[in-house]
């Protein structure tokens, strides 16, 4: 039998899909399963993606241009500069989700052997897109007592070697839901620009933000035109995980040029996403006024009911749709495969992606895990009583730190 390559050996699985057959089990067995683990919003797709897509009368699903069809780039045209930022659709490449376009991104930048400093836990396909292209992810730890928060510069300057090419954060953040604020990413402009590195950001969350605080976009960013690189997707934006349509923006010419290349051998984006994009772009501003307050309630129930489970400590959460959770645990992954294989509360239990998955140190994330918070309130509120439960009858449960904190 011929054999694999070491990359496929070696490539780690996804902490938040890995589990999906002990959850296909329980459900075989007639449990209902909490889906935390997955950042899929339950909204609906909004009617206009799909309306768009019949008004097309389309007979042959033909090719588009590889960058993606004209309507669509000029609606996230539109869309960017209706939030403060002027381009035109040659910034714009468009692409089969924010994975291809990070894929691309690193293609163009990294040789073997490379390095990209990002701040852990970050989103966990950051690594498999790495080690795909021979580079290397270089990890700078923030922690959940700090709420995430992006230590000093020094920090990234302690990391910055002849190979580092670029500094990569997801703002608002998957998995941590920290934002990042304006003065942050100036920090990080310093940086970038002393060292004449790119500065990518993953902006898929953009809309996701809570409270009076606001998201600045790295494209607002004053003298690093040529540095600032930002990723973004339909995905969460619209409810359309599905669809598969992203896109890479940056006004470095040369970067452009590179990733039109492989966006011509990979042919071109899904035609239907990109008609249905193209119309919801095109969305009044309380659409996202809307989904923004659903999902504010959404992260206030959650926060609420984990705040009350004794031994757990659940960080302020000001963006995106994630939290990022310590358990009173002896191994989290343990504990998640627990409940989908021992454990039900009341016919359901819940699944959650393991937190080590989300880390490059070893060892780091062992008692945390990624909460998505993506199901209505009154089904969050039963999950996290299911959470709760679970963490009583747990074999692995420290005790200890349960009862210290039940007496505080």
């Not at 009076?212 to 494209?219: E, F, M, N, P, Y």
């Not at 339909?234 to 896109?247: L, M, N, Q, V």
């Not at 039109?260 to 009044?284: C, E």
Request: proline fraction near 6%; glycine fraction near 8%.
């Amino acid at each position: 039998m011929p054999g694999l390559s070491t990359r496929a050996h070696q490539l780690p699985e996804s902490p938040i899909r890995k589990l999906a057959p002990f959850a296909q089990a329980a459900k075989a067995r007639g449990v209902n399963i909490f889906h935390l683990n997955i950042g899929q919003p339950d909204i609906e797709t909004p009617p206009e993606f799909f309306q768009a897509i019949d008004d097309a009368g389309i007979k042959v699903i033909a090719y588009s241009p590889s960058a993606g069809i004209d309507s669509l780039r000029q609606a996230i045209v539109e869309y960017y500069g209706r939030i403060g930022h002027q381009l035109s659709v040659d910034h714009v490449l468009v692409t089969t989700g924010a994975s291809e376009a990070l894929s691309f991104v690193f293609a163009s930048i990294l040789n073997p052997g490379d390095e990209v400093i990002v701040p852990e836990p970050f989103y966990a396909n950051y690594s498999s897109f790495s080690f795909a292209k021979d580079a290397r992810i270089v990890p700078i730890t923030t922690y959940l007592d700090e709420d995430f928060d992006l230590p000093a510069a020094e920090e990234f300057e302690k990391r910055i070697t002849p190979q580092t090419k670029a500094i990569m954060i997801c703002n608002p953040g998957n998995p941590t839901g920290v934002l990042y604020s304006q003065s942050t990413l100036e920090k990080l402009k310093e940086i970038v620009a002393k060292h004449d590195l790119f500065l990518i950001v993953d902006e898929v969350y953009r809309e996701f933000v809570y409270g009076d605080t606001k998201h600045s976009s790295a494209l607002g960013l004053q003298g690093i035109e040529q540095n600032a690189v930002v990723v973004d997707s339909i995905s969460k934006r619209f409810s359309a995980c599905g669809a598969r349509i992203g896109c890479v923006i940056t006004r470095n010419d040369e970067l452009m040029q590179a990733m039109m290349k492989m966006a011509q051998a990979r042919l071109s984006p899904p035609t239907f996403g990109q008609i249905g994009a193209a119309a919801v772009y095109q969305l009044p501003e309380s659409f996202y006024d809307s989904m923004i307050g659903e999902f504010a309630k959404r992260r206030d129930t959650l926060k609420a009911g984990l705040d009350a489970i004794p031994g757990l400590v659940c960080p302020n959460i000001n963006g995106a749709f994630y939290a990022m959770v310590r358990l009173p645990v002896d191994d989290s992954e343990k504990f998640c495969q627990w409940m989908l294989e021992e454990f039900q509360y009341r016919g359901s239990t819940v699944m959650m992606a393991p937190g080590a998955g989300f880390y490059a140190t070893p060892g780091a994330g062992k008692d945390e895990v990624r909460i998505a918070y993506v199901l209505n309130s009154d089904d969050l509120k039963l999950a996290v009583e299911c959470i709760a439960a679970g963490l009583q009858a747990y074999p692995g449960t420290k005790q200890v730190a349960m009862s210290a904190q039940a007496g505080s």
